[in-house]
């Protein structure tokens, strides 16, 4: 009723305290929209031009214009067939019409691909191990935990050659166990399993994991549960917003993965997006800004879909982890 | 002391059994039928390039008769395969066929996977005969066959076409700035002029680029060189050096030049009728075309040689983009060679050269205007170009193919940044480099 | 035979263990086995393959005799490690007079042998494997002919004997803790293995980094001496050693002072000034000789990576919790903004690389420029301009600052991670009680005060969570950096990451880029260790 206030302290609940006196004119809060409506626009400046800029003929991006006099759509067809993005073959009896196979290939469905594994692998792997460290004792807990936490501080560029020889030599063990499916390189394994043990995502669950309170494992234990019930049918009931947190950083992460994909991918089959667009972007002979700028907003389109339906889940999940160190 | 020493045993044996292994490859007798070639490439996704690549690799699949499976991917720049090729080295997994300047080639070549064409190329089964070879362009392609140790000669990669490092003139602009309509003769006519253009209102002076070819081409138009291959050794604080540096620092000191920022930006300003001069590479001669009739530019503009200092004349940088067989079983590696060959063919090197208006690597052959169709590139532009390579006046530089030059080549940009700023003295920083240089060469050569 | 209770905590660890095993292995293959390697390979000359040992060589190039001094001090750092768990396990031992523990003592340091032993043989054995490629060149290579040779490389000389030594190393230990477990069992026997073993390990670890530092200082030296040059390693080591010291005990004592009392404290306080102004002066007059031989690049890649986390993390931390705070407000469109802030973070950086570029460009049309132009400033060459953002204002030299170019790459990488910092201060905002508001409110405190007494301290975890983070972020920071840097600026903006890759790169010295890169794992280690001494302490945890 009175979203007039205008006082700077917060309330937690989001409502203003009731026995606040109206006010005429606002200026607090004028000042207030102003700066979150600068903010927006700082935020998405440069990503509004991007989708302007991807509509423009050459010569107006390279003025720089601020909008295109014509839409120019044919840039998106352009990107489209010159970046491998994404390729849907539909193969139908020629007599009843009927759908005989799908093929989708292209760097869009691989990236599907692989941010799928890595997620779900990453789920598996942390989950039980943010479980462990939250609720159970063991020896050598807290020297384990901090030998983990201590691998977040190794420079990234340190980890590339060994992470190669490692990728190199467990996938031929796994080729010569499984057959060619089982190779790493240039397939699934190489870029998602280093990915799967994530020190971030199982902090953040250890945060979650840790406020559960103990009643809950109590009345599990008269019950006779043991740890891994407890786990799957009290713990992850209650996680779907956690849960949901560190799949939304995990796509986002996973889908704009560069320089380990780029090394590891050496054809089309599995090589995700942003290594193509990174190579529509760089190649050897001058690009068109328009159509690179096309190719990114092709990029980012199914990474913000997600964002949009996942973004209440996602912020609760954050919330919820209540991050104390 | 121990590890060191086992090592060393370890290495040492590896290094004979690889001398033994290495020493003399016979490919007669050898049977190339139903191998397959993994060639990796730089030509972006429908480029011209990737294009007619695609044809000629659909033309030699079917027609080779020996059941010979060529597979050519695309793998992003020359960087990109760089990478890539650093990855395949470790596993030892090697495509059969890469992308790379002489320099890059001589890096796997240290590591020893990469195959003489030498051998190749002289084997009387397999080779190309003497008759064959006289119509082949051997000054380019010599490029590639390295005589310093511990090459000893060694053909480490083919090139199948070249460009050149050549430089624009809008004579318009010239014309308008108050000069004679022509080309400059000589450097300080082109810092004349390009400083006339700074100061006025409708243009920019030159944009100056601080890659290292860039460089390398200045000085050689000051008549020397960064690498002296008699001596070998990097000849960075030599006089033409030092002088191209001081130009480029007077040159941004005066407001007759800029710097960019974004790759290909210099011939972008220039095709859109910015500024009288760029210096870039003959394949950017149909981006130029194409963004010229886009932004309606329609001043008159030429391709020449670079202008030389006082006493010089005029050179250009030959650029020579070759493959790289790689070591695979004899049979891999003589398959490999067969496609090289049916690239280095007269009806392969028409068809390329027509395409994407790269110059071909024969004598012998001659595009006319009905067999070019790079659709961005007027005929008349490839021909203009093809004159200043026949152009007996023009001296020719090429960087040197060391392996060190890679990362010597990354150092220059600071150097030049460095100086041009006024952070350092270009006699100073030149020597530094020139040091920097002298230890990558003794470290990685 | 075992009693419940001690049934249940040995199911609770295995139980542990078991859910602990996929990410123990994973981080074991991915997090831990790179550094080791890249420590194996930092002692090596090393380009694509292993070439021969040179000790600290490497670390001697990169950081001058400072690298001779580190290594000391890692040994000394190891060895009060091993002396502090041999301590615990003295009280241990004396705790449990009256049992007999002298087979769970040697157990212990059995499998600490053990360890160590399984730890050369597999440094003995990667280097081969790593050379298989090199053998199968000119052959028709196949996945049958890599096992093949990867068979054949347990037995070569030298990876065959250590793996005999490492299997009766194994051995040993199996049957001394089979030993000490079935028949001299006690309550604290688990303890006493652990802890005995633990500090064999390290032990020896202290006694091979004080035998590595020995030997390569004592090399340099005598090189030097044949060349005719004194090379005074030892006494920078003991005064650049006494500065750190002093310095650190300057601190120490200055905490005391503060809490003393107030005679007691003006002496504290004097004597930690002093302590500090001769460590101060040890340093620098020590540190420059000290590091007069490292490589310029890589102290200057230093330099800037402390520029960049300087000017981005505070900037970043303080906009996003001023937004979040505003988002705090009752407002309307809350979770629109919440959105929309977060776009930055998940855009790849390719696609807003471009744009910024685009923005940040050095013509009068860029957008920057224009901007400037209409506050009547000259337009600026943005991430082409190399000088510092000091000298273009006219400041002294002192001063100066970062490059333009690297203050965009801070815009840049701030506009970037604002949202991120923004959503997860939201998330700590809303877990703070309403009920303290109230009743500062009723109290009479005003806006600002309530944010200073209230909100600042009960959002301290959320702050030393995000600083530590974004720390840790900017000084592994690399792909920013590495996608908007132009020739034109050189190296000015090359921070640490970006170095080190570039001599990955360009010319793959892989042993000596391994040996910076260790260098920079150390001292972001040390200051994450640092800020969470320092700032730790402050966190209020409601």
Redesign the interface.
Same mark, same amino acid.
């Given at each position: 009723m009175a979203s007039d206030n205008a006082g700077l302290a917060p309330s937690a609940t989001g409502k203003p305290p009731a026995e606040a006196p109206p006010q005429p004119i606002d200026l607090g809060r004028i000042a207030i929209y102003a700066v979150l409506f600068a903010g927006v626009l700082i935020a998405i400046g440069p990503f509004l031009w991007m989708i302007s800029a991807s509509f423009m003929t050459l010569s107006e991006v390279n003025l720089t214009r601020l909008l295109p006099e014509n839409l120019l759509w044919e840039n998106y067809a352009t990107a489209l067939r010159r970046a491998n993005f994404l390729d849907i073959e539909v193969v139908t009896d020629p007599a009843t019409g009927v759908l005989q196979s799908l093929g989708v290939s292209g760097y869009i469905w691989n990236s599907i691909r692989i941010t799928l594994i890595t997620v779900t692998g990453s789920l598996l792997v942390c989950i039980p191990a943010a479980y462990a460290f939250a609720r159970m004792n063991f020896i050598g807990r807290n020297f384990i935990f901090a030998l983990f936490l201590s691998t977040m501080m190794i420079p990234g560029i340190v980890m590339l050659i060994p992470h190669l020889l490692t990728v190199i030599w467990l996938g031929r063990l796994s080729e010569s166990l499984f057959g060619p499916a089982g190779a790493w390189f240039n397939n699934w394994p190489a870029l998602t399993i280093p990915f799967f043990a994530s020190v971030f995502n199982i902090f953040l669950l250890r945060q979650f994991f840790i406020q559960i309170p103990d009643d809950l494992w109590e009345a599990a234990r008269i019950d006779g549960a043991g740890h891994p019930r407890f786990l799957i049918s009290v713990v992850l009931p209650l996680s779907k917003a956690p849960i949901m947190t560190i799949v939304t950083l995990g796509f986002i992460g996973s889908w704009n993965a560069l320089m380990w994909p780029l090394l590891v991918t050496i054809n089309d089959e599995w090589r995700p997006i942003a290594v193509g667009l990174s190579n529509f972007v760089t190649a050897d002979t001058p690009g068109d800004l328009n159509l690179q700028m096309a190719a990114s907003v092709i990029t980012v389109i199914p990474i913000l879909m997600l964002y949009f339906l996942a973004q209440k889940q996602f912020t609760e999940g954050i919330s919820q982890t209540g991050i104390k160190s | 002391m121990k590890?060191?020493l086992?090592?060393?045993?370890?290495?040492l044996a590896?290094g004979a %059994?690889?001398a033994l292994? /290495?020493g003399d490859?016979d490919y007669e007798g050898i049977d190339p039928s139903g191998q397959t070639v993994v060639y990796?490439h /730089?030509y #972006? $996704? &429908?480029?011209s390039q990737a294009n007619t690549m695609a044809a000629l690799v659909d033309d030699f699949n079917s027609n080779n008769g020996y059941g010979i499976t060529v597979e050519a991917?695309? /793998?992003?720049?020359?960087?990109?395969i760089? &990478?890539?090729m650093?990855?395949?080295?470790?596993?030892?997994? +090697?495509?059969n066929m890469a992308a790379g300047y002489a320099n890059a080639v001589a890096?796997w070549a240290n590591? %020893?996977?990469v195959v003489d064409i030498n051998l190749l190329l002289n084997s009387p089964n397999w080779g190309i005969s003497a008759d064959e070879q006289s119509n082949l362009n051997f000054n380019l392609l010599n490029v590639n066959q390295l005589d310093f140790s511990p090459f000893y000669g060694m053909r480490v990669a083919w090139a199948n076409q070249n460009s050149l490092n050549v430089f624009y003139t809008n004579l318009d602009i010239v014309e308008a700035l108050g000069f004679e309509r022509r080309v400059p003769e000589t450097l300080a006519e082109f810092e004349e002029i390009s400083c006339a253009a700074g100061a006025s209102e409708m243009y920019e002076g030159y944009p100056l $680029?601080?890659?290292s070819s860039h460089f390398e081409s200045f000085v050689a138009a000051h008549g020397g060189a960064i690498f002296d291959a008699d001596a070998g050794a990097y000849t960075f604080e030599a006089d033409a050096v030092v002088a191209a540096m001081e130009m480029f620092t007077r040159m941004l000191a005066n407001d007759c030049a800029?710097?960019?920022?974004?790759?290909?930006q210099n011939? %972008?300003d220039f095709s859109?009728g910015l500024t009288p001069f760029a210096a870039g590479s003959s394949? =950017?001669i149909p981006?130029i075309t194409w $963004?010229a009739a886009?932004?309606e530019m329609t001043d008159e503009w030429v391709v020449t040689a670079f202008p030389g200092a006082e006493g010089v004349g005029r050179t250009i940088q030959l650029f020579v983009p070759s493959q790289a067989i790689l070591?695979? #079983?004899?049979?891999?590696e003589l398959a490999t060679w067969l496609f090289v060959r049916y690239l280095a063919g007269a009806e392969a090197q028409l068809a390329w050269s027509g395409a994407t208006g790269y110059f071909s690597i024969r004598n012998d052959i001659e595009v006319s205007e009905a067999d070019f169709t790079e659709p961005r590139m007027p005929y008349s532009r490839f021909v203009e170009v093809q004159g200043i390579l026949q152009d007996d006046m023009v001296s020719v530089y090429s960087s040197p193919g060391l392996p060190?030059y #890679?990362?010597v080549r =990354?150092l220059v940009?600071?150097?030049?940044?460095?100086v041009?700023?006024g &952070?350092a003295a270009a006699a100073d920083a030149l020597a530094e480099l020139n040091a920097e240089a002298k230890e +990558?060469h003794e470290? +990685?050569d | 035979m075992l009693n419940t209770r001690r049934g249940r905590l040995l199911k609770e660890n295995l139980t542990a263990y078991l859910f602990l095993a996929p990410a123990g292995i994973l981080i074991l293959l991915f997090g831990l086995f790179p550094v080791a390697f890249a420590f194996f390979v930092s002692l090596h000359r090393w380009r694509r393959f292993p070439d021969n040992y040179i000790g600290l060589a490497n670390y001697e190039k990169a950081l001058g005799n400072l690298g001779y001094i580190l290594f000391f001090w890692l040994a000394l750092l190891a060895f009060a490690a091993a002396l502090r768990v041999s301590r615990g396990l003295l009280q241990t031992l004396r705790r449990s007079e009256t049992t007999n523990q002298s087979m769970p003592l040697l157990a212990g340091v059995v499998s600490g042998y053990a360890a160590l032993l399984a730890l050369d043989w597999f440094f003995k054995l990667i280097p081969v494997i790593m050379l298989i490629p090199r053998q199968v060149r000119g052959q028709n290579v196949s996945l049958a002919l890599f096992m093949e040779k990867f068979g054949e490389s347990f037995t070569s000389p030298g990876v065959y004997e250590a793996g005999n030594l490492m299997l009766l190393g194994f051995l040993a230990a199996a049957a001394a803790l089979a030993l000490a477990l079935w028949r001299f069992r006690s309550d604290s026997s688990a303890e006493v293995i652990v802890r005995s073993g633990i500090a064999t390990t390290l032990m020896l670890a202290a006694v091979f980094l004080l035998r590595l530092t020995i030997d390569q200082t004592n090399l340099a030296i005598a090189a030097a001496r044949d060349s005719g040059e004194a090379l005074p390693i030892w006494s920078q080591l003991v005064f650049v050693s006494a500065g750190v010291g002093l310095i650190a005990s300057a601190y120490v004592i200055f905490q005391r002072g503060i809490r003393a009392q107030s005679n007691q404290r003006f002496a504290l306080l004097v004597l930690s000034g002093l302590s500090l102004a001769v460590g101060g002066y040890l340093l620098m007059a020590e540190a420059p000789a000290a590091l007069s031989a490292a490589d310029d690049d890589l102290l200057q890649g230093f330099w800037v990576t402390v520029m960049y986390a300087g000017g981005t993390v505070p900037v970043q931390l303080t906009i996003g919790l001023l937004l979040a705070y505003l988002l705090f407000q009752p407002i309307r469109f809350r979770s629109f903004f919440r959105m929309v802030y977060f776009i930055p973070y998940i855009t790849p950086f390719v696609a807003t690389s471009i744009v910024f570029r685009v923005i940040f460009d050095a013509g009068k049309t860029a957008p920057a420029n224009r901007m400037l132009a209409i506050v009547g400033i000259e337009p600026q060459r943005w991430i082409l301009e190399r000088s510092s953002i000091g000298s273009l204002l006219g400041l002294p030299d002192f001063l100066a600052g970062p490059a333009l170019a690297l203050i965009v790459i801070m815009i840049y990488s701030t506009w970037t991670y604002i949202g991120y910092d923004a959503v997860i201060f939201l998330a700590g905002l809303g877990n703070i009680s309403g009920e303290l508001y109230e009743a500062a409110r009723i109290d009479g405190a005003n806006g600002w005060r309530i944010f200073r007494h209230i909100t600042l301290p009960l959002l301290s975890p959320t702050i030393f969570f995000l600083s530590l983070v974004a720390i840790i972020g900017t000084f592994q920071a690399f792909t920013q950096i590495w996608i908007l840097r132009t020739g034109a600026v050189g190296s000015k903006v090359n921070t640490a990451s970006v170095f080190i890759f570039d001599e990955l790169q360009n010319s793959n010295r892989y042993g000596y880029a391994s040996s910076m890169a260790f260098v920079l794992f150390a001292l972001i280690l040390l200051m994450t260790l640092f800020q969470n001494r320092i700032m730790g302490r402050r966190v209020f945890y409601g």
């Open positions: - | 590890r060191a086992i090592l060393l045993l370890i290495l590896f %059994g690889m292994a /290495q490859t990796w /730089q #972006s $996704d &429908d480029s991917i695309h /793998q992003g720049h020359y960087g990109t760089e &990478d890539l650093n990855t395949a080295i470790l596993s030892g997994e +090697l495509p890096g590591e %020893g996977v $680029d601080t890659g800029y710097l960019f920022a974004e790759r290909y011939t %972008g859109i394949a =950017g981006f $963004d886009e932004a070591t695979a #079983s004899p049979e891999a060190s #890679s990362a =990354g940009p600071n150097t030049i940044a460095e041009v700023n &952070d +990558l470290d +990685l | -």
